[in-house]
T-cell receptor, first 112, second 113 residues
Framework: NAGVTQTPKFQVLKTGQSMTLQCAQDMNHEYMSWYRQDPGMGLRLIHYSVGAGITDQGEVPNGYNVSRSTTEDFPLRLLSAAPSQTSVYFC???????????FGSGTRLTVV | QKEVEQDPGPLSVPEGAIVSLNCTYSNSAFQYFMWYRQYSRKGPELLMYTYSSGNKEDGRFTAQVDKSSKYISLFIRDSQPSDSATYLCAKGHSGGGADGLTFGKGTHLIIQP
């Protein structure tokens, strides 16, 4: 059981570039979500999904897109990277939201 | 007012002490709460989840929810240097948790050997 796997672990982008952060889980969890973590701001919810084909916006969705074509995968797309998107990104999954989420190890993104 | 508030610390205590970490929340309708531990440059790790009021114990950790005062607490007994980390309280984003989590900003805990 690998749990929640995020790739890449580190990435440097130039302003205006696009990229996809990958997230995969092998626990057959229905609920998945993306967060960003910034100093002094804590973890903030970007997008979430309650099952394949169903996604919705969280607290800070601007500049990000998601899709959920399978139960296992929940990629996060940055459409046109900005320095304000420099952050650590975490993906998480849960079989049932009130039992808590399992987090991946994160992607550290720098936009220059 | 942020929905979940935590004192950022740092909180420094000697090894072996009982640690008390606290959060307050704004809406009495919230029912599910969680505590996460995060080591530097790692992902958050679920410690405990709890529902509504009362205590829940797991080894050296006890989670407590006081609905009347909207207070969530995590107690760590016999604290160890390996407990040094940031502790995050969280609730379901809109209650149940299916739509993700809302976190406090975390309390940085230091256990002095």
């Amino acid at each position: 059981n690998a749990g929640v796997t995020q790739t890449p672990k580190f990435q440097v982008l130039k302003t205006g570039q696009s990229m996809t952060l990958q997230c995969a889980q092998d626990m057959n969890h229905e609920y998945m979500s993306w967060y960003r973590q910034d100093p002094g701001m804590g973890l903030r919810l970007i997008h979430y999904s309650v099952g394949a084909g169903i996604t919705d916006q969280g607290e800070v969705p601007n500049g990000y897109n998601v899709s959920r074509s399978t139960t296992e995968d929940f990629p996060l797309r940055l459409l046109s990277a900005a320095p304000s998107q420099t952050s650590v990104y975490f993906c998480a999954s849960s079989p049932r939201g009130d039992y808590g989420y399992t987090f991946g190890s994160g992607t550290r993104l720098t936009v220059v | 007012q942020k929905e979940v508030e935590q004192d950022p610390g740092p909180l420094s205590v000697p090894e072996g002490a009982i640690v008390s970490l606290n959060c307050t929340y704004s809406n009495s309708a919230f029912q599910y709460f969680m505590w996460y531990r995060q080591y530097s440059r790692k992902g958050p790790e679920l410690l405990m989840y709890t529902y509504s009021s009362g205590n829940k114990e797991d080894g050296r950790f006890t989670a407590q929810v006081d609905k009347s005062s909207k207070y969530i607490s995590l107690f760590i007994r016999d604290s160890q240097p390996s407990d040094s980390a940031t502790y995050l309280c969280a609730k379901g984003h809109s209650g149940g948790g299916a739509d993700g989590l809302t976190f406090g900003k975390g309390t940085h805990l230091i256990i002095q050997p």
